[in-house]
Structures are given as structure tokens and as C-alpha cells.
């Protein structure tokens, strides 16, 4: 009985990892919520770069 339940574990282990499985549901939510938040961060970055960048011309 002990050989015969390892290979099950793996199989469901491996059955979560699958794309179609829902155990990769919530990992491919976290991944796209960073994605969308490193997208915000990065356009707020450059907006105070632009931001910063007429400041000077004004000062100048």
C-alpha cells in the first residue's frame, strides 16, 4: 500500500500545476496582479521623471 500511494501524491501534485487545473488559478491572479501594479508603478515613475524634467526647463 506504501508503493501505491506515492505515485498518487505526485499525480495530484502534478494535477495542481497544470494550466487547466484549478490549483494554478490563484498563482496566475497574483501574477497578474503584479504585473498590472509593476505597469502602474512604472508609468507613475515616469510621469514625475517628465514632471521633474519641466520643472527644470521652467527653472532654467
Same mark, same amino acid.
Given at each position: =500500500?506504501?508503493?501505491?500511494?506515492? =505515485?498518487?501524491?505526485?499525480?495530484?501534485?502534478?494535477?495542481?500545476?497544470? =494550466?487547466?487545473?484549478?490549483?494554478?488559478? =490563484?498563482?496566475?491572479?497574483?501574477?497578474?496582479?503584479?504585473?498590472?501594479?509593476?505597469?502602474?508603478?512604472?508609468?507613475?515613475?515616469?510621469?514625475?521623471?517628465?514632471?521633474?524634467?519641466?520643472?527644470?526647463?521652467?527653472?532654467?
Amino acid at each position: =500500500p506504501t508503493l501505491r500511494r506515492k =505515485p498518487r501524491e505526485v499525480v495530484t501534485a502534478t494535477r495542481g500545476r497544470e =494550466p487547466g487545473a484549478g490549483g494554478d488559478d =490563484p498563482l496566475a491572479e497574483t501574477e497578474k496582479r503584479l504585473s498590472s501594479s509593476i505597469a502602474r508603478l512604472s508609468q507613475s515613475v515616469y510621469g514625475a521623471i517628465k514632471d521633474e524634467q519641466v520643472c527644470q526647463f521652467a527653472a532654467d
